[in-house]
């Protein structure tokens, strides 16, 4: 369905859990998250359920994501669950990738068709540094997992931030060049962590490799090809290029509440609601999607939680 501003509204963000395996410093306190008690978290089936009520309200594409999918008890469960729904025709999943190599195989026989693999850095002593303890070999292991068990279109999600990763821009582009993936720099955007690190705007990665062609816009990556390339950069300019007029998501988190709007704090429980009470209060978050975010203007997004609560 449309929202009131005429966007057609397909694809759906649902967090399964806030927890991670990770505690990447522009993302998670240092310190982690207190575990919550698991009845304050949806259970498989309100996922699931959740899932299907947004399929009847014209979801197509849906992506699991969190904190950590790969930690989420009954991950599977919750995979097979999504991807048999009638009207999902795309089911997608963002990780950190570290237990892909278990799961790339089960995930992909659960019906996950395309995956998202967060990587800022191709440096061991970077990656340990900016994830607080995470093992880069563990990442590339789990990405030749997954290209193992057949997922194809595989994108790496690269979130730009000055003094940091700038030099590896090239790099990067140079895995696109080399390898069928899609690169995707991120703006860092100021979301709780988020001033941990220090802003890059995405046209660096243009000022960086100037050889890049455009290849055309993929939902809100304006995507580019290095000349010969096998794969493609995106640039997801939140920041730089509000790209709102063409936003099509809307979010729910892991403890079953609606986001209209990843940087507005409204927020519209769900828990409880079944059937056609679900669909209709589904039906007026998307209508209630305002227009834009105001993050250029106030300096900070006003999502209320950090992006570990609510997945990106
Ligand atoms: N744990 C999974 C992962 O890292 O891919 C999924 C959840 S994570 C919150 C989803 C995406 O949000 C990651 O690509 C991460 O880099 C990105 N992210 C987290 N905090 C961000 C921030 N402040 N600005 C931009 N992207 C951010
Ligand atoms: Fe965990 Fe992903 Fe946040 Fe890193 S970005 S702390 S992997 S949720």
Do not use: W
Not at 71 to 82: A, P, Y
């Amino acid at each position: 369905m449309e929202d009131r501003h005429a966007r057609p509204i397909t694809y759906l963000r649902l967090s399964v859990t806030d927890l991670c395996s990770l505690r990447c410093r522009y993302c998670m306190p240092a310190g982690g998250v207190p575990k919550r008690d698991r009845r304050d978290l949806c259970s498989v089936e309100e996922l699931v359920e959740t899932a299907r009520a947004a399929a009847d309200c014209g979801i197509r594409k849906v992506r699991l994501t969190g904190g950590e999918p790969l930690v989420r008890r009954g991950i599977l469960d919750i995979c097979r669950g999504v991807a048999a729904i009638s009207g999902v025709e795309e089911l997608c999943l963002t990780t950190n990738g570290l237990a892909l190599s278990q799961l790339a195989g089960p995930l992909r026989e659960a019906g996950v068709d395309r995956l998202n693999v967060s990587l800022d850095t191709l440096r061991p002593e970077r990656y340990a540094y900016m994830t607080r303890g995470g093992r880069l070999e563990d990442v590339f292991r789990g990405l030749e997992a997954a290209a193992e068990a057949g997922f194809s279109g595989t994108k790496l999600n690269v979130v730009l931030m000055k003094g940091f990763n700038e030099d590896e821009i090239p790099g990067f582009v140079d895995l696109a060049r080399r390898y069928p993936l899609e690169i995707r720099f991120i703006e860092l955007m100021p979301i709780g962590q988020g001033e941990a690190a220090e802003f890059l705007p995405a046209e660096a990665v243009l000022e960086a490799c100037p050889d890049l062609l455009p290849a055309g816009d993929s939902g809100v990556a304006r995507r580019y090809r290095s000349p010969g390339g096998l794969g493609t950069v995106g640039l997801i300019a939140p920041m730089s290029h509000c790209f709102c007029q063409s936003c099509d998501r809307i979010r729910v988190t892991a403890d079953g509440k609606l986001k209209p709007c990843l940087h507005s704090d409204q927020e519209i429980p769900l828990r409880g609601l079944r059937g056609e009470a679900l669909r209709r209060v589904i039906r007026d978050g998307i209508a209630a999607k305002p227009r834009r975010h105001h993050m250029n203007e106030t300096g900070h997004s006003g999502a209320g939680r950090n992006m570990h609560q609510i997945g990106g």
